[in-house]
Nanobody, 115 residues
């Protein structure tokens, strides 16, 4: 099993930055592909960015050149650095991974971009 705990959300003005963290339990973190998702009110959950176990990154078009995903395998943490935030980035952000046939999700962290 894997437990995921997100942190770092909050209220930020448009154009601002936030860094989200997702701490994972267990000793197999370095072997896991990790993803950040978000869900805005009334919308479906969508992939924001993911990073494979060997560091290959993928981003949604809406966040390319503004967000950066990274991981620290020594600390079992995956990060999402979010820059030039826009009101449309407002959502609950979740980290997730798949182990075997099961998907694991954190509890989410709220990001609100508003002046």
């Amino acid at each position: 099993q894997v437990q995921l705990v997100e942190s770092g959300g909050g209220l930020v003005q448009p154009g601002g930055s936030l860094r989200l963290s997702c701490a994972a339990s267990g000793s197999i973190f370095s072997f896991l592909d990790m993803g950040w998702y978000r869900q805005a009110p009334g919308k479906e959950r969508e992939l924001v960015a993911d990073i494979t176990s060997n560091g290959r990154r993928n981003y949604a078009d809406s966040v390319k050149d503004r967000f950066a995903i990274s991981r620290d395998n020594a600390k079992n943490i995956v990060y999402l650095q979010m820059n030039i935030l826009k009101p449309e980035d407002t959502a609950v952000y979740y980290c997730s991974t798949i182990l075997g046939v099961r998907a694991y999700w954190g509890q989410g962290t709220q990001v609100t971009v508003s002046s």
